[in-house]
């Protein structure tokens, strides 16, 4: 399993760094912070690149690497990284140049072989839809900008499962919200919930939703499958039957104080690009985490 | 059938959504180009002004690398029939983009050297530890430098400087301060401001020249230029380091400490390395070969001149020119005067000359100061959107077929074109300074106003009261 988490700095990413490596730890995941620089005018493009190596000659950091450090710092505390990796101090020296503006500095973890931390600079959707095509993870966390398109772009078009860190606060108490239907994608959903919440050590709430007044035998048996896999997995939960409008409720459903875990949509691609899907609206509407399963 | 899996079509559609400008770029092209030609315009003139149009979208909007761009220009000018293959071809190259080409390769060479710590030493040598006298050093030294080097190559070399002022400070250089942000903007102004002293100031000058002597409308010497723009350049000097102090005054009046920590880092890298002195050398004589020999062989060729000194001598390796210099951006202006040529040469420069002209005239009486104004202030707001070459190589020839002293006209388009203070995307050196992540789009607004409206004032003063007494 490989994971990648996207911050930007000290003052906005310190959730989603915290988060994201709790989910990474409950994972054994290959996991990867990046941090993406701003998108630099094609005019200037090679000017800013002699620029920051001239910076290099005056040990002057390029802009980004102090993200980078601040990670480092929080996995050696955390001792996420071996105690070798950690004495040797932030390796900034080794920062390598893997192409594309792309560069990379190699840790050894303690949870994981692969802890690594990555410089990109350009388009954020862009950046990380190429960084996921091209590394192949499975699940990549970012935090809940105040760009709501940005994070819609992401879960509309990154080719692995999304975690939006949206309004998380550590010190406040989370339920899990598990929202079941018959999609293809919910099975995978129950079992990345179920991680989570064991990794958060949090209760679980598993909502099902219909559209219609009665709830059809697909949507009970979803239901019930989540929660036999939860009571084996002696996880508390408690099941919501809702009827009406699924978007709406979950997010309703979820209000500030859950995490909210499900599958991705099985819709056309075509048909989201000009309708949505009801993940994207649940995350349009929602104001807390949330996990979107491909 | 063409069959797509959901992941593909995806992946298309992410495409679109991210290509929106270049979809709408080309409904609008297909829909002028269907709109029937407007009366006293050729019908290649109208095809020109399409291609301007398709190149100012693209461009601003930066849906597609810029070297598509350029190809683009070129593979429309073809097919749209405004010029044979040929004919495009030569109108691609001139001295102008042999300039741009050389000057690039001259910015590597010369900041490949090192020069910054010696240039952070003899700057502080001068001003001391005061804050007020570094800021108007730094933008005094960045405005003479640049007028000659050009203004990403000063840009780049007194980066470092201030960001190594700012850390031995004791500021986080990750941090954004009223320090840091006056002496940045005091890079980023000082290399503006400069680059109109000179033709090799910037491109765009050298592309206002070309485009006098192309079109017939009079020869311009390095010299001429310098008699013309330098009086407003060192007029400028003062007026920016005031509008940057009031709006940035920093808490720190005196840099103490900063300087001393910097003296010992210069200090440590010893004396002036004999490559150093040779690269020194050889701008000098590229220099003077700008003087006195650009009117025989062109500012282009002295330029590339230097750079196969610096490249003969070992200053440099080619790898080195070939990774650094943005071969794109010279694609891009080669393309760019090549469609400057082609709207002189289709009537569409007139044309839009005359369309401007007749509008405001009814509004304004006067119509030396329409003209003026109509220029200045439109070029000053493209080359804060475009960029100060793609500018003057777009809205050059209309300015020139406006009426009027050409000669004047082009000076002050290209000078106002160095007003590139209000936006990130304005110049290299805006750009430069962003991206160190301590300086914010609004901080541009903040000091850009009063100057982009001083400057405006000054050029006017210059054009009306200092010009006519040289001519």
Redesign the interface.
């Known amino acids: 399993m490989k994971i990648l988490i996207a911050i930007s700095s000290k003052a906005y990413s310190g959730e989603t760094l915290s988060v994201g490596m709790k989910i990474g730890k409950a994972f054994n995941a290959s996991t990867t912070i990046v941090d993406v620089g701003e998108k630099i005018n094609q005019f200037s493009m090679k000017e800013v690149d002699m620029v920051q190596e001239r910076m290099d000659s005056w040990d002057i950091d390029r802009p980004g690497v102090d993200v980078l450090e601040w990670a480092f710092e929080y996995l050696a505390e955390k001792k996420l990284i071996k105690t070798n990796t950690i004495e040797a101090g932030f390796p900034k020296n080794t920062l390598v140049e893997t192409g594309g503006g792309r560069s990379e500095v190699f840790l050894e973890g303690t949870f994981c072989e692969d802890l690594n931390l990555i410089l990109r600079n350009g388009d954020i959707v862009e950046e990380l839809k190429n960084e996921v095509q091209s590394h192949g993870y499975d699940v990549t966390i970012i935090g809940g900008s105040g760009k709501r398109r940005m994070s819609h772009d992401l879960t509309q078009y990154i080719n692995s499962s999304i975690f939006v860190v949206n309004n998380y606060k550590s010190n406040q108490t989370y339920r899990l919200l598990l929202a079941v239907d018959n999609s293809v994608g919910t099975k995978k959903a129950v079992k990345y919930g179920i991680r989570i919440a064991q990794a958060l050590d949090i209760e679980v709430d598993v909502i099902t939703v219909s559209k219609t007044d009665e709830f059809k035998d697909d949507y009970k048996n979803a239901a019930d499958w989540a929660s036999k896999f939860l009571r084996r997995s002696n996880i508390n939960h408690k099941n919501i039957f809702l009827n009406g409008n699924p978007s709406e409720l979950i997010a309703r459903e979820a209000g500030d104080n859950h995490i909210i875990v499900m599958g991705s949509s099985n819709k056309n691609p075509l048909k989201t690009f000009f309708q949505g899907n009801k993940p994207l609206k649940v995350l349009e509407n929602s104001q807390c985490p949330i996990l979107i399963v491909k | 059938m063409l069959a797509f899996s ?2 593909s ?3 298309y ?2 495409w ?3 290509k929106k400008w270049l979809i709408i770029t080309f409904f609008i092209s297909v829909v002028l180009f269907y709109l029937p030609t407007p009366e006293g315009l050729s019908s290649e003139g109208h095809r020109t002004l399409i291609i301007v149009i398709t190149t100012l979208i693209l461009i601003i909007s ?1 849906s597609i ?2 070297p598509a761009v350029a190809i683009l220009i070129l593979i429309m000018e073809v097919t749209l029939g405004v010029d044979s293959p040929d004919g495009v071809a030569a109108s691609f190259m001139s001295d102008a983009v042999f300039f741009i080409m050389g000057s ?1 390769m001259l ?2 060479s010369i ?1 490949h050297q ?1 020069l ?2 010696r240039l952070a030493l003899a700057i502080i040598n001068i001003t001391g530890n005061k804050t007020l006298n570094i800021t108007f050093g730094f933008v005094t030294v960045s405005a003479l430098m640049s007028s000659f080097i050009g203004e ?1 190559t000063v ?3 007194m ?2 400087v201030v ?2 002022l700012i ?1 031995n400070a004791g500021l986080d ?2 941090k954004a301060t009223k320090l840091s942000t006056l002496l940045l903007f005091s890079i980023a102004y000082g290399c503006a401001l400069g680059s109109i002293g000179t033709p090799s100031g910037g491109g765009r000058n050298v592309i206002m020249i070309g485009y006098l002597s192309e079109f017939g409308l009079g020869d311009i010497s390095y010299l001429e230029w310098m008699k013309y723009a330098y009086p407003m350049l060192l007029i400028e000097i003062p007026v920016a380091v005031a509008v940057l102090w009031f709006t940035f005054t920093p808490k720190q009046k005196s840099l103490d400490t900063a300087i001393r920590k910097l003296k010992v ?1 210069v200090a440590k890298s010893g004396k002036l390395s004999g490559n150093q002195l040779m690269a020194i050398l050889v701008f000098i004589l590229v220099f003077l070969g700008w003087v006195f020999l650009s009117p025989f062989i062109g500012l282009g060729i002295v330029a590339l001149t230097g750079v196969f000194f610096y490249l003969t001598f070992g200053l440099i390796e080619w790898p080195d020119i070939a990774r ?3 071969w ?2 010279i694609l891009l202006f080669g393309s760019a005067i090549s469609l400057g040529i082609q709207m002189k040469e289709t009537g569409a420069a007139l044309y839009v000359a005359e369309n401007a002209l007749y509008s405001l005239q009814h509004i304004f009486k006067n119509i030396e100061m329409v003209r003026w104004f109509f220029t200045v202030i439109l070029t000053a707001i493209l080359t804060n959107l475009l ?1 100060s070459a793609a500018t003057v190589s777009v809205f050059g020839p209309i300015v020139l077929d406006m009426g009027g002293n050409p000669i004047a006209l082009g000076i002050a388009t290209s000078v106002a074109s160095a007003f590139s203070y209000l936006t ?2 304005a ?2 050196t805006c ?2 300074i ?4 301590l300086v914010s789009s609004n901080d541009y607004f903040k000091a850009g106003w009063k100057l982009f409206i001083i400057s405006i004032i000054l050029l006017f003063l210059v054009s009306f009261f200092y010009w006519p007494m040289l001519s």
């Open positions: 959901n992941n079509l995806a992946n559609l992410f679109v959504s991210r930066e690398p810029l690039l910015a590597v900041v090192g910054d710590k990403h840009a780049a070399m980066l470092p960001l190594a850390k250089t990750t880092n650094r210099t943005n794109g951006v960029s990130i995307v110049s290299p750009m430069i962003h991206s160190t992540g």
